[in-house]
């Protein structure tokens, strides 16, 4: 006889734990018997010049969430982005737009990529990434209302967000949903082999369940308390070893895009949000040290850095997220660098899995082992993208750089760009976040090199690819026109959600 899950214990702080709060309090709404959601709230560790980076792919997080998206950007203070321009990542190349979308429109069956390839030979002078509607927006600074498609042409957006802003908005709306809540800190975990019995907290209070979500982040206070030699450090293809976070005056006309910097000793991103803007240092320690990169910051930048804080990284994730009944989401699960907008995109994949494997029977979960899989799969796939970064570059002054262009890698991306040098092909693997056009716009903007086009793109006649890319180019033209400029669309429509 089955015995079904009626209490679910949340550990944690902070963004992952009210937004696994929110959203197991919406995806187990209505299941009989009905589920307990409790809430053990630790103490928050963010600060005022945290912030998130999110790809377009959250707005269905913020659907499961029930959450009116322009009055959450209001109040998170946040800021629409269509792409991120990547400079000085291949030395004195021109910067490039990772966008979100498709480029051209295929014809015949054949990718439009091998079409560009073809009359790129024969003397194009227009960019990949002009025939991709939100680059273009983009680089013009525009706002793609609706993101409806033109003949198979869209742009979708991504979100900056200031974190404790969003954490209150995410907060307030599970807690008038009615979730319980605890503010306490953990004393012990009591287990039983690989199953977590109860926590004991600091007040002597005793909490059972029958499942655990931990979401302390670093602390790992439930999982670290069931696992074994269960962590898989990833440092050797992407050393980052600190992450500095501060803030500078808010940006007098707000680009539509996030600004990703190379530099000797890692990047730096610029992140515009309403009220000020974000920035972030991604960098290597041997090279540099935590007081020279706030000395340099505002060089680096160009504008005035306050609220400096600087945490260690290193980049890892943990082989099994679910142990016994125990689940282990968000910056608990894995540690990636913020590099692609992947803030808090873990913990989307990791919640989306809990829905669809939320297990029958408190006492047996079979569906851990699923579970385990494809999240690791995930992770170890937008691991790739990001080496790719580091691997693909063209700056060979700089140890760092020459270090992670020479180094060996995964043999699952070194695949992937063997093909897609051989043939303009991106293969794609089971549980993959980022889409061929994402590897393409990387690919393409960091000068990865495709021997030949497809032979099938000379069936069709020169005249017609011709009039085929001028008619593309000319509706991304007519459609980018009457897009409004970004700065007067946030200041209209988000002043009236206020």
Known sequence: MIDAVKKVAIVGRDT?????????????????????????????????????????????????????????????????????????????????????????????????????????????????EDFNLGAVAAKQQKYVVGESPVDSLSAACGYHLSAIDYVKAIAKSAISKGLTRIQASVAHVNIDKEKIKSVILADGQEITADLFIDVSGSEAVLIKAVENNNIDRWSHWLPIDHIMVASAPVLSSLPSYSQISAFKDGWLGIYPLSDRTAINFAYSSDGTTPEKMVELASVYTGMPIVGVTDTPFSAAARRKAW?????????????????????????????????????????????????????????????????????????????????????????????????????????????????????????????LNTNAYDPLVDLLPEQNLIENFQKLLLKIKNKIEYMPNIQSYVEVTLARKK
């Open 323 to 447: 142990i016994g009944n125990c689940i282990a989401l968000g910056s608990t699960a894995v540690s990636l660098e913020p590099l692609d907008a992947v803030h808090l995109h873990p913990l989307h994949i990791g919640l989306s899995l809990v829905r669809e494997l939320f297990p029958n029977d408190k006492n047996y979960m079979p569906e851990a082992n699923l579970y385990n899989k494809k999240f690791f799969e995930f992770m170890e796939n937008i691991r790739d993208f990001q080496i790719a970064h580091y691997h693909l570059n063209k700056r060979y002054d700089d140890p760092l750089w020459n270090y992670v262009r020479n180094m060996d890698i995964p043999d699952s991306l070194k695949n992937k760009i063997e093909l897609f040098a051989a043939r303009g092909v991106v293969s794609m693997n089971d549980n993959e976040t980022f889409l061929p056009e994402n590897w393409m716009a990387l690919f393409v903007g960091q000068n």
């Open 16 to 128: 992952d734990a009210w937004i696994t709060a929110l959203y197991l309090q919406k995806a187990l709404s209505g299941i009989d018997p009905a589920v307990d959601i409790v809430l053990i709230e630790l103490s928050a560790e963010l600060s005022q010049q945290d912030f998130f980076s999110v790809m377009p792919t959250h707005k269905l997080l913020h659907k499961v969430l029930g959450a009116n998206e322009d009055v959450l950007l209001s109040e998170a203070k946040g800021h629409y982005f269509f792409a991120q321009r990547f400079s000085n990542w291949c030395g004195g190349a021109a910067p490039y737009m990772h966008a979100y979308d498709r480029f051209g429109v295929d014809f015949n069956g054949v990718d439009f990529y091998h079409y560009w390839l073809k009359a790129r030979a024969n003397g194009l002078q227009v960019s990949f």
